[in-house]
């Protein structure tokens, strides 16, 4: 791959996490249940520090990364997404939410699956389980949310 093509990929890549942040503010701002808009503005944190490790690749080498794999439920993979309105459920932005950090995910993924060189294969592999991460935490509130328990 040439430095043109790598940074094309991470000028992409840092598109999506600047739409994922513009996506995780505007439903903070919408959603009234007070732990909801942690988990977004939460979200909407990471992902500005996404953009901020993609834009700090673009000017020097991809040195090694370390992250922990978080396993992938699949929970939201399924789950019809629903049109985004402001007076939406939060159990419907759960999903959004979901189906936003699955695409990345798999973007990510794709990146890494048809990258050349070993470091930039770690690279996207790495932003793949970060995502990952992101969707396991939206998916066990979506399933406390959705599912709760009852007597």
Request: zero cysteines; glycine letters at 4%; aromatic letters at 8%.
């Amino acid at each position: 791959m040439t430095p043109e093509e790598y940074k094309k990929i991470i000028s992409t890549a840092i598109d999506r996490e600047v739409e994922a942040y513009t996506f995780y503010k505007t439903v903070s701002d919408k959603v009234k249940d007070a732990n909801l808009k942690k988990l977004f503005l939460e979200l909407a944190g990471e992902e500005t520090k996404h953009r901020e490790f993609l834009q700090g690749l673009l000017s020097k080498d991809i040195k090694s990364l370390k992250f922990s794999a978080t396993k992938d439920y699949k929970v939201g993979d399924n789950i019809k997404t629903p049109a985004l309105t402001p007076d939406m459920k939060p159990v419907d932005g759960l999903v959004v939410a979901i189906k936003k950090e699955l695409e990345a995910m798999q973007m990510y993924t794709a990146l890494a699956k048809n990258s050349e060189d070993a470091a930039q294969k770690n690279m996207f592999m790495e932003l793949a389980s970060m995502e990952r991460g992101h969707k396991t935490r939206l998916e066990d509130i979506y399933v406390n949310t959705a599912f709760s328990e009852s007597w």
